[in-house]
């Protein structure tokens, strides 16, 4: 037994909370539970970073006090987490007093030891990264980050003295190498430390933003919303305000964090924690994103997937299963709701149900609802046992190595055994015959102690699942109370327990409703249709867009305009056979960032299983008509 202190990022609370909040909190949730389990003592933090010009702008748009609006947009994560089954120990916001002393007791210190300095800043600005990016960060003028445009700024402003700890960095990343996983973050991260790194600009002047926690060395200033942000992990087990609990939980077990903020974690909060005096976390966790057809989920993309809407159809267990499932940590998955059907249908509704089902019908069947009392020795018992022995060992490898989708492929490989197990015994054939009650008794006993023990291990996946398991078996006092090492002593379900069994915990979906309800959601009006814009577009330029095998990026002119789409056509066709050809392209589309680069409108086509085909005039026509 050991502690385990695992974080989430603190969310932002300019908007409502969307399905990447949703992984990263639930993951660490099941992480959480999982060492529960193991006995160890464990600390799972999560929350809401307040402050900022984000944060500030978002507030304006309501017409609210930013304080205002971060006090309404909390609850919408708060009651997310709530209805998740999102087990947090602590729920940290960054306007709270205590961890607002906190940051202003780091600040002067470090300013006190030299850490901090003024000086004049001329630089690029990102809005919504609320960074500032130097001219040849910039990609095409734009944040190299999130491909949106940034603004020149020219100020005083007081700077952190990062760059004196680039080697002491290095270093240490490269001799500790499970700081940073997986190993392909990691490699990203040594590689950005190969150019200069510079020092961090922690201000804001108030005259500019006022939302933030001010310098306790200049009142004109506010803390840069990162410097106060980052805190929040040593704040919560009690940095400064209690010695005994801080040195109880730190290090960190884990930061887990996306991909898109690995640079802000794994450069500028290690070399603050080595300003601060603090030990560094054993790992930051950076893993990926949830695309569709290859690219990132997003608002802007009208591609985003709200938590509740799937939560709701289909259930919170099976909402988390299917992440935890398909996304191994570290790497990115695609994600389709036909996908979610097939693996609910398959694995819940087809696997673990049936499973479960069969074991206590049968069990109140053949033997009047009581568990019996049986050799566990017995032979027909040897394939199940062994299974479960090389599923608990796999299961401990991948809580060790925090992967819970191998946790999943080893249960899964219990789950399967058993159902075999179910057609070699054939219990219904056993029951005709009276020579054979105590074989079908043992079989009985062993499918009932089978799904005893998958409810402890799924109970970090689909805790309220796990709980109906449970109760159907008859088992007493709650799958969270067992520890996973007792699973090891197989047959710990008690005998003479009386099964209860119910309705299906995972009814099946019919695949067909999905391609329905679609089908019925994209029905728009007239009046909708007309607000779209076609016009005739002609192909100036074509290229392939780096690292995404899909997408081309395409120069167009609309006769009186030149434009930038990105399209995912790189599969049919060569970019050099696009130049000077004719399309159609939906002119009126909000722009939007696809892998970096930026689109401002979308072209036509049509698709079917083998091909695909761009709509085109059927004569040449002047460049920028309008197709009505």
């Excluded at 300013?111 to 001219?135: H, K, L, M, Q």
């Excluded at 060569?574 to 939007?592: C, F, M, S």
Aim: net charge negative; with cysteine; proline share 4%.
């Amino acid at each position: 037994m050991g502690t385990f202190y695992i974080t989430t990022p603190i969310y932002y609370v300019n908007d409502e909370p969307h399905i990447g909040h949703a992984y990263t909190t639930i993951m660490a949730d099941v992480l959480s539970r999982f060492h529960r389990l193991t006995g160890d003592d464990v600390l799972f933090l999560t929350g809401t970073d307040e402050h900022g010009q984000k944060v500030d702008e978002a507030a304006k748009k309501r017409n609210l006090s930013p304080q205002a609006h971060a006090d309404e947009m909390v609850m919408r994560f708060q009651a997310l987490w709530e209805i998740l089954n999102i087990s947090n120990d602590d729920f940290i916001r960054t306007t709270e007093a205590r961890h607002k002393r906190v940051v202003s007791e780091i600040l002067q210190r470090i300013y006190d030891a030299g850490e901090i300095y003024s000086d004049n800043y001329e630089g690029w600005y990102c809005v919504p990264d609320e960074r500032f990016w130097t001219e040849k960060d910039l990609v095409d003028g734009n944040c190299p980050d999130c491909g949106r445009p940034t603004v020149k700024i020219s100020e005083k402003n007081y700077f952190f003295r990062m760059s004196k700890y680039q080697d002491w960095l290095i270093e240490y990343i490269e001799t500790h190498p499970n700081f940073i996983r997986p190993e392909k973050r990691r490699n990203e991260i040594l590689g950005f430390l190969r150019q200069p790194l510079g020092d961090l600009c922690i201000s804001r002047p108030r005259a500019r933003l006022e939302w933030g926690i001010p310098l306790p060395f200049d009142e004109d200033y506010v803390c840069y919303v990162w410097f106060d942000a980052l805190i929040n992990y040593i704040t919560a087990p009690g940095y400064i305000a209690d010695d005994a609990r801080f040195e109880h939980w730190w290090q960190a077990s884990c930061h887990l964090i996306g991909k898109d903020i690995l640079t802000t974690h794994c450069v500028y909060w290690p070399t603050m924690l080595k300003a601060i005096g603090v030990s560094l976390p054993k790992t930051i966790m950076g893993h990926g994103f949830w695309l569709v057809d290859e690219t990132k989920m997003g608002k802007s993309l009208g591609n985003a997937i709200r938590p509740l809407d799937l939560a709701d159809k289909y259930g919170v267990d099976a909402f988390r299963y299917f992440l935890v499932r398909d996304m191994t940590l570290g790497q990115d998955s695609d994600f389709s709701e036909e996908a979610f059907v097939q693996r609910y249908n398959t694995e819940l509704a087809n696997e673990l149900g049936n499973l479960l089902n069969r074991s206590v019908v049968m069990a109140a069947r053949y033997l009047d609802g009581v568990v019996p009392e049986v050799d566990g020795d017995h032979a027909a018992l040897d394939a199940l046992k062994a299974q479960t022995e090389e599923t608990l060992n796999a299961v401990g490898k991948a809580i060790d190595a925090m992967n819970p989708n191998a946790v999943l492929d080893a249960v899964w490989r219990l789950v399967r055994e058993a159902n075999r197990f179910v057609e070699v015994q054939a219990p219904w054939h056993l029951a005709k015959d009276a020579c054979k009650r105590a074989e079908l008794e043992v079989t009985i006993y062993a499918l009932l102690e089978t799904m005893r023990q998958l409810a402890v291990l799924l109970f970090p996946v689909i805790p309220s699942k796990a709980c109906e398991i449970w109760r159907q078996l008859g088992a007493k006092g709650s799958p969270e109370d067992v520890h996973l090492d007792d699973l090891k002593s197989w047959g710990g379900l008690d005998a003479n327990l009386q099964v209860a069994p119910g309705d299906p915990v995972f009814p099946r979906i019919e695949e067909v409703n999905v391609a329905e309800e679609k089908a019925q959601e994209d029905l728009i009006s007239f009046s909708e249709f007309q607000k779209l814009k076609l016009r005739v577009a002609k192909i100036d330029a074509a290229e392939r867009v780096k690292g995404a095998d899909r997408l081309l990026q395409l120069q167009i002119s609309l006769g009186d305009e030149q434009r930038q789409i990105v399209a995912g056509i790189a599969e049919y066709y060569e970019p050099e056979a696009l130049v000077g050809q004719q399309i159609v392209v939906v002119a009126n589309l909000e722009p939007a960032t696809i892998r970096g680069v930026e689109s401002q409108g979308m072209l036509l086509a049509a698709s079917d299983d083998n091909d695909l085909t761009l709509v085109t005039p059927d004569s040449e026509i002047s460049d920028g008509a309008e197709v009505s």
